[in-house]
């Protein structure tokens, strides 16, 4: 069985940083999923697609991301990372991490629905 294990979150300032970690477990990253996925959930709003990556390294980030977060991948211990830097209160969510069977994302948009397993987040708090 896939399981996905989120850690790393917490309480910060604005302009702090954080790194997540999500450990797979159940499954052999290279064979079953190509693409793994980072989402945020404030409450209230929807589940937005943060940031992903191939097997092969590619990646794609939603805009309010870009240059302040970066996701990255050790495929020898399954495990999927997100570097996030200069933090803002409007960062503040529930991170969940996601792996999905084939594409990362359609129309150049991280869309949920492209991800079929998901870990049960980790939330992160940004104060002014």
């Known amino acids: 069985q896939v399981q996905l294990v989120e850690s790393g979150g917490g309480s910060v300032q604005a302009g702090g940083s954080l790194r997540l970690s999500c450990a797979a477990s159940?499954?052999?990253?290279?064979?079953?999923?190509?693409?793994m996925g980072w989402f945020r959930q404030a409450p209230g709003k929807e589940r937005e697609g943060v940031a992903a990556?191939?097997?092969?390294?590619?990646?794609y980030y939603t805009d309010s991301v870009k240059g302040r977060f970066t996701i990255s991948q050790d495929n020898t211990k399954n495990t999927l990372y997100l570097q996030m830097n200069s933090l803002k209160p409007e960062d503040t969510a529930m991170y969940y991490c996601?792996?999905?069977?084939?594409?990362?994302?359609?129309?150049?948009?991280?869309?949920?629905?492209?991800?079929?397993?998901w870990g049960q987040g980790t939330q992160v708090t940004v104060s002014s």
């Open positions: 990556i191939y097997y092969s390294g590619g990646t």
């Open positions: 159940g499954y052999t990253y290279s064979s079953y999923g190509r693409c």
């Open positions: 996601a792996t999905a069977k084939s594409f990362c994302v359609r129309s150049g948009i991280i869309h949920s629905d492209l991800y079929n397993y």
